[in-house]
């Protein structure tokens, strides 16, 4: 799996599958009030990917590029899935990651991250 090809099926599926990623602390709860997912899950039939919002965002982008990987490929068993978004994150360069943090990142932490660089919306 070539990163540079990986990164553009991961970019096209968020953006021109129709999925959202939704930040959020609350979680779907099986029978037995187990959480479905400590970190994220996807729901293909409402094109809602869920994304824990306590966890910090280079966790969050791995836990989105795992779920975008269960769309692209649905046949893949869970360990290749994770295998695969740890590595694939590790092989981002800086514009790829800085993309997949704008999905993950809340309100409040990309106006943190723009001070910090000394940088506003205007900028851009």
């Not at 959202?20 to 602390?25: P, S």
């Not at 994304?51 to 869970?78: A, F, S």
Request: proline share 5%.
């Amino acid at each position: 799996m070539k990163s540079p090809s990986i990164f553009r099926r991961l970019k096209k599926t968020l953006l021109y599958s129709g999925y959202r990623v939704i930040l959020t602390d609350r979680f779907a709860r099986r029978k037995g009030g187990m959480a479905r997912g400590s970190k994220g899950y996807i729901l293909p039939d409402d094109l809602a990917i869920f994304i824990n919002k306590t966890i910090g965002v280079n966790d969050r982008v791995i836990t989105l590029v795992h779920e975008l990987l269960h769309e692209i490929y649905p046949e893949w068993q869970e360990q290749r899935v994770d295998r695969s978004s740890k590595r694939i994150f590790n092989h981002l360069t800086v514009p790829q990651l800085g993309f997949l943090q704008y999905f993950v990142m809340l309100p409040a932490e990309i106006k943190a991250m723009l001070k910090s660089n000394q940088l506003s919306p205007a900028c851009w």
